[in-house]
C-alpha cells in the first residue's frame, strides 16, 4: 500500500530540487519552465 505514497513523494522531491537549480539555468527552455511553473508551490522560483 505504502509503495505507491514513496516512489510519488521522492521524486516530488527530487523533480523540486533538480528544477530549483536548473530553472535558473533553463528559463528559456518551455519545458523547465512549465515545470517551474508547476511546481511554483513548492518554491516558486522562474516563470
Known amino acids: 500500500p505504502h509503495g505507491d505514497i ?3 513523494e521522492l521524486q516530488e ?3 523540486v530540487i533538480i ?3 536548473r530553472c535558473h539555468r ?3 527552455d518551455l ?3 512549465h515545470i517551474c511553473t508547476h511546481m511554483d ?3 516558486g ?3
Open 6 to 8: 514513496y516512489p510519488t
Open 13 to 15: 522531491v527530487s523533480l
Open 19 to 21: 528544477t530549483n537549480e
Open 26 to 28: 533553463t528559463r528559456i
Open 31 to 33: 519545458t523547465e519552465r
Open 41 to 43: 508551490g513548492f518554491h
Open 45 to 47: 522560483a522562474c516563470v
